[in-house]
Structure formats: structure tokens, C-alpha cells
């Protein structure tokens, strides 16, 4: 039988990233094993951790517990490098090894350096390169060159928006480079009516009114996703609008200086943090805008799902985000931590430009922009790339 092994440095990046990848090589023959810190989910609790290895284990896929650090100079990953070179050397019949995030793709690739190539493709994708327009000279001192490097090591590279894209064609070796946009999401989840009396009870129970405006920031509470910024700009909001809210969706290490501030603006009344949610297609659809302000991209899933959903988006000009809003069509794109561009385009979008931009053909139009990157679009070139020799 093939074999197959993904490689990353938290089971999270497995859970979110490589489900369908998993699917994919199973119909197509595969033994596919997992390679990841299951004493570390990442974003996902132990608990939840616990469950996942479970539920891959009951779909015949073996798991691997290495034990990789976030931090990129940990020893621990000395010791990863080397349980994961034991893993390929010892089962070198592998045809296919695939890595995700930048501790897994390094320990990866050194490990699969000398093995036997004629029957084994290995494959990294670069869920945003670490190196970026804008971003910290040492980044680029430090992880642009390892990545140069190692990319004559990696049969395909796969980049998830298009200034990684246009890098990589310029400067890598690998022998493949490819754009694909990101993990996928699936049209159907977003792409549906909502009754007026579905609306109202859910906006009911989260304490909004049916005339409320609604700001909506969906991501884990870190400092690169700023949902600071958001939370500064409602002081000024509701001075001009007492019926505007914000409802920020996730968990993180910053949640208890949110909920901080919140309450040191007083704007418990306007500012909703609502941790984990199952619901978030539902939250969108009783959303009038979608807000994703970071420092720093891939190619950003919340704004995808938004804009499947139908809601303008205002976003910060980083790569990726860049990718999917076109300034003054589909939303606006704002300069980093320019809290005045930010108010505009909200008083903008919300004054004059909402009525345009929520249009049945505005609408349409970008959900015909969003095809490709539905599952669908994304499932069939990863296919594609697996059965490339």
C-alpha cells in the first residue's frame, strides 16, 4: 500500500488545514500517518486535543507524537528533527511526505535530505512565509535564507497568496511552485438564506435589536489578529451611533485584556466578546460588516467565509487580505494601525456605501470571485498534486 505522512508542529494545524488532505489520500490509496505535539494543540484545548487524536486513530490513521516548540531556537526541536528522521529513515517507504508550518516544514525536509528520491515527493506548504513586505528585517535575516535553502529539498512548494506566490517563483529552487487558495471552505455553509425570524432570535439572544448595525472580528485573541484596534474604534462609534455593536469571536491569551478594556471604555453595552462559537456562518448572516485587522497574513479564512456570507469587509493591507478585497468594491482596504482610516470606512460603508455594496448583483458578483477557493476548487489541485509524479 502508498504511504503517506503530514508533518506540523501542532495538532491544530492538522485539525484546520489538513482534514480534506487526509480524505483525499485515503481515496486515493493511501496509509496516511500524522506527525505533530499532541502535548501541545496549539489553538485547540488539551481536551480537545485528547478527542482529535482519538478520531484520527478511528480512521486508521497513525499518530506520531513529536515534541516541536513554537519557539524556532527550542532544543526540543533538536530532538524533533531527529524522532522525525528515525520515522522516515526506518519507514523509508513513504511516496509522499507533506509539511505545514515552518518548524514542521524545517525538521521535515532535513530529514528527508538524503533519502532515497525516485518514489518519494515531498511537499511544503507555506501557510505565509515568516518574511513578508513590511515585516522585520531579522525575519528576513533569519527565516529567508533557511527557506531558500531548503527549498531545492522540496519537490513542491505550495504558497497561499500571491506575494509568497511571486517570491518563491523568484528566488526558490524547489522543482514545483504552486498557488492554492488556502485550505478551502465550503460555499454551502455560508451561501444560504436566513429568515428574518431566525435573525431576530439570534440577534434577541445575544442582546441586539433588529436595527442594530453589527461589526463582526472572527479570530483567535492575539496580538496579530488587533482586535484592540476594533475595540478603540468603538470609542469613538458610539458617540455617533448609539445602536453600533461589535461582536469579536474567539478565544485567546488577550481575551482577559479585552474584556478589560471593554469595561474600562464602557462599552460593555456595545462590545460583545463571545469566545468559541459553532455557529459563526449564522453570526455573519446577522452581521451588517466584517472587520479582520492584522499585522500580518497567509491567506485569512475569516475574510473568505465573510465574504461568502455576503458582507462587506474592511481589511488591513497585508498580504493575503489584499488578495481578496478590492478597495471600494467588495469593501476597503486600510493602512495597518490608521484607527482614522478605519473609522471612515466604517462611517462610509455604514452612511453610504452598504446600500451599493449589499446589492443582490454586488453579491453575486463576489461570490463568483469566491469560487475559487471554495473546498471544491482547493480539493482538486491538491489532488492533482499528489498524483504528480
Not at 469566491?370 to 499528489?386: A, C, G, H, P, R
Request: hydrophobic share 35%; with cysteine; net charge positive.
Amino acid at each position: 500500500m502508498k504511504k503517506a505522512l503530514i508533518i506540523a508542529s501542532v495538532p491544530s494545524m492538522i485539525e484546520q488545514f489538513n482534514m480534506n488532505n487526509i480524505k483525499i489520500l485515503q481515496e486515493l490509496g493511501y496509509q496516511v500517518d500524522v506527525a505533530t505535539n499532541f502535548e501541545n494543540g496549539g489553538t485547540i484545548s488539551k481536551e480537545r486535543t485528547e478527542e482529535f487524536k482519538k478520531e484520527l486513530e478511528n480512521i486508521n490513521v497513525k499518530c506520531y507524537n513529536i515534541p516541536f516548540a513554537r519557539n524556532p531556537f527550542s532544543t526540543s526541536n533538536i530532538k524533533a528533527y531527529k524522532e522525525i528522521k528515525k520515522i522516515v529513515q526506518k519507514d523509508n517507504n513513504y511516496n509522499i511526505i507533506h509539511m505545514h508550518s515552518p518548524i514542521g516544514g524545517v525538521c521535515g525536509r532535513l530529514a528527508c535530505r538524503k533519502l532515497p528520491r525516485k518514489d518519494l515527493k515531498v511537499i511544503y506548504t507555506a501557510h505565509g512565509f515568516h518574511f513578508y513586505k513590511g515585516a522585520p528585517l531579522l525575519n528576513w535575516i533569519i527565516y529567508y535564507p533557511v527557506e531558500k535553502w531548503l527549498s531545492r529539498y522540496t519537490d513542491c512548494l505550495i504558497t497561499i497568496n500571491k506575494e509568497d506566490y511571486a517570491l518563491a517563483k523568484k528566488k526558490f529552487k524547489a522543482k514545483r511552485i504552486e498557488l492554492i487558495n488556502g485550505v478551502g471552505v465550503d460555499e454551502n455553509k455560508f451561501n444560504f438564506e436566513m429568515s428574518k425570524e431566525h435573525k431576530h432570535h439570534l440577534r434577541k439572544s445575544l442582546g441586539l435589536e433588529d436595527d442594530d448595525f453589527v461589526l463582526i472580528q472572527v479570530g483567535e485573541l492575539n496580538k496579530n489578529k488587533n482586535q484592540i484596534m476594533a475595540i478603540e474604534a468603538m470609542k469613538d462609534l458610539v458617540k455617533k451611533y448609539s445602536n453600533i455593536h461589535l461582536l469579536i469571536v474567539g478565544i485567546g491569551g488577550l481575551e482577559d485584556f479585552y474584556k478589560q478594556k471593554v469595561k474600562e471604555y464602557n462599552l460593555n453595552k456595545n462590545v460583545h466578546l463571545l469566545g468559541y462559537r459553532k455557529d459563526v456562518p449564522k453570526l455573519l448572516k446577522i452581521s451588517d460588516m466584517l472587520l479582520s485587522l492584522s499585522y500580518r497574513e497567509g491567506l485569512p479564512v475569516n475574510v473568505i467565509e465573510g465574504l461568502m456570507a455576503g458582507l462587506p469587509a474592511i481589511v488591513t493591507d497585508c498580504r493575503g487580505s489584499r488578495d481578496l478585497v478590492e478597495d471600494g468594491v467588495n469593501g476597503y482596504v486600510i493602512k495597518i494601525d490608521n484607527n482614522e482610516e478605519l473609522l471612515k470606512g466604517i462611517i462610509n460603508l455604514k452612511e453610504k456605501e452598504l446600500t451599493k455594496l449589499n446589492s443582490e448583483s454586488e453579491i453575486e458578483a463576489t461570490l463568483t470571485n469566491m469560487k475559487s477557493f471554495t473546498t471544491e476548487q482547493v480539493n482538486n489541485k491538491i489532488e492533482k498534486i499528489y498524483k504528480t509524479k
